[in-house]
């Protein structure tokens, strides 16, 4: 599958070490992605990362690219006008609530806010019929990605906007603890949620037990797994997880699905 | 029921509607507005909290540089565990975020309390256990750093 050529049309600096890229294409464009596939894209030179979409508009794509390692690096610094490489979309993305008008929950853990982007933007669009709540951690206020969406969000009626930092000064007049205690009773009350969940493994494990914790059923948790990749369309195996190929049957799994999965892996 | 009351209902369940009613008349409620103390580390801890409404950041002070939030405490959870062992001091200090309201309890009044009534102080002991426990665990979790974590 050969990459279609992108061109960076303009950048976004999160925090110190994480940049939205938005992409534009220079010839053909892959189909449109839905909220949360992702896209192998190329550093070209360098190599080929799996990268979720975090903003979908038309033929443009939005990345938000944490740098940890050579691929990510390369792609974090790409200027405007750069070429990038992007084959997709793949994967099975969020699963919307579907036309029950149920409320909704997500809650992102640090970068796990950017795959949901998408989907909290079809979310909010599809109000008044269903609310909205936002729960969302990190490590320290300077990491929360997307403030402008977060500020403007906060003024949308029918959402709820829930912050938390593990470490903060005084500058901080928000919340200082772990996501999970942004949930509560009243997290699940009344018509049976819609929950997504996305961060680190750790973080949706912990999510995901509060959850079911406050009375939610397995099949409503979403969360999205990540697995490092090289083919993306199920050839390779590297991304296999006991009998699941995660770039093909997910990244977004439900609870019932994804916990003998990872459970598989602490064997 | 007052209001006292119900709020302790709630973090009591066990407890009989008479000893909450004995409990919630140690109570006295309390108005912090942004940046009040609610108390101050290394004093003696004489009265605890627990929140009605607002926000209250606990925090460490160290000999340099500003206090740093260790967590903060919403409506319903309680503020200040260190008046329940020796030496009876205060470990952090707390300050409200938000105006905040409290129901403040006298802390020796209660441990009096409590020694007169073993069942009174089996039920506060097993309150203040769940609250240990809950920090402890989001002590550990945040030592792991949940969201920095690699997969
Ligand atoms: C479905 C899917 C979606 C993804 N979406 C995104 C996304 O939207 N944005 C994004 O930035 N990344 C995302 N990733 C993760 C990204 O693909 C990996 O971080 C990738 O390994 C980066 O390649 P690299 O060559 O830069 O680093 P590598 O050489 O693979 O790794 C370099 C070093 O960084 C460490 N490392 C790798 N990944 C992480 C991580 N996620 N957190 C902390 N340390 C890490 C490695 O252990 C290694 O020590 C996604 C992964 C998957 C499977
Ligand atoms: S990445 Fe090759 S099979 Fe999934």
């Known amino acids: 599958m050969v990459p279609a050529r992108y061109r960076v049309a303009d950048r976004t600096d999160e925090s110190a070490d994480t940049v939205t890229l938005t992409l534009e294409p220079i010839d053909r464009p892959i189909p449109t992605p839905g909220p949360g596939q992702f896209s192998m894209l190329w550093a070209f030179g360098v190599g080929e990362a799996p990268i979720s979409l975090s903003a979908i508009d038309g033929t443009r794509l939005g990345h938000t690219v944490r740098a940890v390692g050579p691929v990510s690096r390369a792609l974090a610094s790409a200027p405007v006008g750069a070429t990038i490489g992007v084959r997709g979309p793949f994967g099975r993305g969020w699963c919307p609530p579907g036309d029950d008008a149920g409320p909704a929950v997500v809650v992102a853990g640090g970068l796990g806010l950017a795959p949901l982007r998408p989907l909290i933007a079809a979310l909010v669009a599809a109000r008044p019929r269903r609310s909205v709540r936002l729960a969302i951690g990190a490590r320290r206020p300077e990491d929360l990605l997307h403030r402008g969406d977060?500020?403007?969000?906060?003024?949308?009626?029918?959402?709820?906007?829930?912050?938390?930092?593990?470490?903060?000064?005084?500058?901080?007049?928000?919340?200082?603890?772990l996501v999970t205690d942004l949930l509560d009773a009243s997290t699940v009350s009344g018509t049976e949620p819609m929950a997504y969940v996305c961060g680190p493994e750790l973080m949706m494990w912990f999510t995901a037990r509060r959850l079911l914790d406050l009375g939610l059923a397995p099949e409503r948790i979403q969360v999205s797994l990540e697995r490092n990749m090289h083919c993306a369309i199920g050839w390779c195996g590297h991304c296999q997880l006991g009998p699941s190929f995660v770039c093909l049957d997910g990244p977004v799994y439900d609870w019932a699905e994804a916990e003998p999965l990872l459970a598989v892996r602490g064997r | 029921m007052n209001a006292i009351e119900d709020l302790l209902g709630a973090a009591l369940p066990d407890l009989p509607e008479a000893a909450i009613g004995q409990l919630a008349a140690l109570g006295r409620t309390r108005h912090f507005d942004p940046d009040d103390r609610l108390f101050t580390m290394d004093e003696p801890a004489e009265t605890f909290h627990v929140v009605r409404s607002g926000l209250v950041a606990v925090e460490v002070e160290g000999p340099s540089g500003g206090p740093a939030t260790i967590e903060t405490v919403g409506p319903g959870d309680v503020v200040g565990v260190s008046w329940l062992l020796p030496p009876h001091r205060w470990v952090f200090s707390a300050r409200a975020i938000e105006t905040t309201e409290t129901v403040a309890f006298d802390a020796a009044l209660v441990l009096d309390r409590c020694g007169r009534d073993p069942t009174l102080g089996y039920q506060v002991h097993r309150w203040f256990a769940g609250v240990i426990h809950r920090r402890l665990m989001a002590a550990r979790l945040r030592v792991l750093d949940l969201y920095g974590a690699r997969p």
């Open chain 1, 150 to 177: 977060l500020r403007r969000l906060v003024d949308e009626p029918g959402v709820s906007v829930d912050l938390t930092v593990d470490v903060a000064d005084r500058g901080w007049r928000g919340r200082v603890g």
